[in-house]
């Protein structure tokens, strides 16, 4: 075998594994993993600015690129989820918050607490988290009833969050993942719960 022929065999089988590694690559980004930058405070302590985070998007359904098609979701969001979702005042940006109350439930902030149908979420995540009474859909006394195939999400650092309590809630549609794994900075790898 001479040297061009040599040389035309390596370039067409590394060019090979580059496209379909290209293509794997794509595939899980668009259906089953993505990572996030933490770009702002709302959601410490659990997250901190500049941490790097993978999202689960399978269960809930990931979106067909360039279409507004998702495929089937095989599984909903649970009460304190730490969710990826599309800002329903601008669906190009992404929000990480989490998710307090599904379609159908009545929240209430009163005393740094949220209540959900009348009963305090004082368990697991929301153990040692105060939420203010702010904006037009969290201030004192109101209890928000979240229309079906709505959710209600909160940061978890509530003083310094524009969360629901700001702009309402998010179509089920705009849900994106479940953020599931922290991998950056490296002191702080771990599960999020």
Known sequence: MSFKEWLIREIKEWTEAIVIA???AILIRTFIFQVYKIPSGSMIPTLKIGDRVIAWKLPYGPRIPF????LPKWKDPQRGDVIVFLYPLDPKKHFVKRLIAKGGETVEIKSGTVFVDGKPL????FRDITYYNMGPYGGEGMKIKVPPHHYY???DNSL?????RYWGFVPE????GKVVFRFWPPNRIGKIR
């Open 22 to 24: 290209a293509v794997l």
């Open 160 to 164: 310094y969050s524009k969360d629901s």
């Open 153 to 155: 999400v909160l940061g």
């Open 173 to 176: 549609e705009n849900l994106v």
């Open 122 to 125: 004082l368990e697991g995540p």
């Open 67 to 70: 279409t507004h098609i998702k």
